[in-house]
């Protein structure tokens, strides 16, 4: 079975830094996609950011460009999210999520990926 563990989560001040890991298993495929997600309570679950297996490619929501870096170990199957000079709306719950139908990352939505995370928390304070 597929499985996603996200870890990394916890409670900085704004500012800061974290650092997210996603390490999938229980599939061979090369080619992928793999999005990490957000959900602040009372709000929508929302895309941050995906990453295709195939060429690196990866797509970025407005309000973390240039302070979030998605980046893969395809070897490991692991996938991470660097956050730099976090906010606090920064502030969710972060899942990340597996497309094994298709490899591109120009366009993420919520309805995409299959196979999802347990979650990990991130909170900012002010």
């Known amino acids: 079975d597929v499985q996603l563990q996200a870890s990394g989560g916890g409670v900085v001040q704004a500012g800061g830094s974290l650092r997210l890991s996603c390490a999938a298993s229980?599939?061979?495929?090369?080619?992928?996609?793999i999005g990490w997600f957000r959900q602040a309570p009372g709000k929508e679950r929302e895309g941050v950011s995906c990453?295709?297996?195939?060429?690196?490619?990866?797509t970025y929501v407005d309000s973390v460009k240039g302070r979030f870096t998605m980046s893969s170990d395809n070897a490991k199957k692991t996938v991470y999210l660097q956050m730099n000079s976090l906010k606090p709306e920064d502030t969710a719950v972060y899942y990340c999520?597996?497309?094994?139908?298709?490899?591109?990352?120009?366009?993420?939505?919520?309805?995409?990926?299959?196979?999802w995370g347990q979650g990990t928390q991130v909170t900012v304070s002010s």
């Open positions: 229980g599939f061979t495929d090369d080619d992928y996609t």
């Open positions: 990453i295709s297996s195939s060429d690196g490619s990866r």
């Open positions: 999520a597996l497309d094994l139908q298709w490899s591109g990352a120009n366009y993420c939505p919520v309805g995409r990926f299959g196979s």
